[in-house]
């Protein structure tokens, strides 16, 4: 078995042991070098992305290449430039950075060609966002610029993103097109400020003809970013050249948002996709089997339209499960079959590691700092406040007890997050923005 294949393994293994953003964001692109003095040595973009996985998911991924392997390994993670000054003779693979990815090449893991509008099934409760979408795909920088989709999570808000680029793309093909999520905008920006490569950060998002950033409420609060996003958006404007920007609420529930950026993603059209109606539900339904050749009565159709009660994309779950039955069982999906891949992803109990895994995540996109600041022994106040906060947030979702939690973050004892919670639950009385910063950062992580 070649390293690449075993790295290739690992990467299943990963996808039932780390969060579905966790892996997308800090493992998938990590490069297979080598594997030398019992530890697999692995090649990170970035020092930053280096650092966040050795910090958090080191052992993990150790764990889960042993299993592929059959033996003990170890993991190293490094940048070219360490392996290069530790083996000048050896050829480097270097991980494309995300400034340089080529067209097709953009969020390859999300863009797929399955996302058009002719797939996209349309009722009441999208129908605007989806005329919005498409008079953007065949005029973009038109009347609808800037287009801002909003609604909860799942109900196909990337679908209608990822559709207006592929028409684009197809109908014109010299212009060029560029998907962000929020994080990642924020992250490569921490990054570029460190690194002192600004003017690369900026040439990458000012000189695109199509900017479509996802997940766009959580630049609220992080001044540095939104100032930055703030001079990309008026760059872009002023070239008119399209913006589509997609969040779960509306701007002016976005809170801890400038007035300024406000008033630009107010400045143009405004759509919501709201809860599909038990009608979108079926057809959802009956379309995705069509697509796996798969059949269901009415009556089973009816049934997980009607007890999945507002996630388009827990309907395509649950009818992943029943495919994987009848594949297994080689009988026609029934009525137990539909109930139970039901009951099993709406279950919403979440193994402890990787709910711990999106606190974590999610108060330190939050707060613009690393897991490792934030779970160090460091005191400066930033770090201080989001390992504040993480704490209380694990007190408020989780059953962990004060000193489980305090193990968390480089072993800390019970008084010492007693403390930290107590500062939190002061701070929050005394100040509404924060408080609802925080009730924010909770639904997410229970959304995500």
């Known amino acids: 078995m070649t390293f690449k294949l075993v790295w290739e ?33 692995l090649i990170s973009p970035s020092p930053f992305q280096r650092d966040i996985v050795m910090s958090r998911y080191k052992d993990t991924i150790a764990a889960a290449m042993s299993t592929v392997v ?33 067209l097709e090449q953009i969020t390859a893991n999300l863009a797929h060609p399955e996302f058009t509008f002719e797939n996209f099934v349309v009722g009441e409760s999208n129908r605007h966002a ?21 609604g909860s999570t799942g109900l196909g808000k990337t679908h209608l993103l990822f559709a207006i680029q592929n028409e684009i793309l197809k109908n014109f093909p010299y212009k060029k097109a560029l998907y962000v999520r929020s994080e990642d905008f924020t992250n490569e920006f921490i990054e570029a400020v460190k690194t002192n490569t600004q003017t690369e950060f900026k040439n990458k998002y000012r000189t695109v003809d199509l900017f479509m950033m996802d997940d766009v409420q959580f630049i609220g609060g992080k001044e540095s970013t939104q100032m930055e996003f703030f001079h990309t958006f008026e760059t872009l404007y002023a070239e ?41 539900k079926s057809a959802i339904i009956r379309q995705r089997c069509q697509f796996y ?52 992803i709406t279950n919403e109990n979440q193994p402890l590691p990787l709910l711990i895994d999106k606190i ?8 613009e700092v690393t897991i490792d600041d934030m779970c160090s022994k460091r005191r400066l106040e930033k770090y201080s406040n989001a390992r504040q906060i993480a704490m209380y947030i694990m007190r408020e979702i989780t059953s962990m007890s004060l000193p489980e939690i305090g193990k968390q973050f480089n072993n800390r004892d019970h008084s010492t997050v007693h403390h930290a919670i107590e500062r939190v639950e002061d701070r929050i009385a005394r100040n509404s923005n924060l ?6 950062l909770i639904k997410n992580i229970r959304e995500s």
């Open 9 to 41: 393994k690992t990467l299943v293994q990963l996808k039932e042991m780390v969060t579905e953003n966790a892996l997308d964001m800090w493992i998938s692109s990590l490069e297979p070098v080598a594997y030398e003095d019992d530890a697999a040595v």
């Open 70 to 102: 059959g033996f003990e390994i170890d993991v190293n993670v490094v940048t070219p430039e360490e392996r290069k000054k530790s083996n000048p003779s050896e050829h480097v693979p270097t991980p494309p950075p995300k400034a340089e990815e080529t």
């Open 130 to 150: 989806h005329a919005a979408s498409v008079a953007v795909a065949q005029n973009p920088s038109g009347a609808y610029n800037p287009l801002f989709i909003y």
């Open 240 to 280: 008119n050249k399209q913006i589509v920007l997609v969040s779960d609420r509306p701007p002016r529930d976005i809170h801890l948002l400038t007035d300024r950026m406000r008033s630009r993603f107010e400045s143009g059209v405004i759509v919501s996709v709201g809860l599909p109606e038990y009608e979108l």
């Open 293 to 344: 050749q798969m059949e269901l009565n009415d009556d089973v159709v009816g049934f997980i339209a009607q007890h999945v009660k507002s996630n388009i994309r827990q309907i395509e779950g649950v009818l992943k499960k029943m495919m994987a039955y009848r594949l297994l069982s080689h009988s026609t999906p029934n009525m137990a079959s539909a109930q139970s891949a039901i009951n099993d």
């Open 360 to 367: 974590l995540l999610e108060v330190s996109r939050e707060f």
């Open 435 to 440: 408080k609802l910063r925080i009730e924010d």
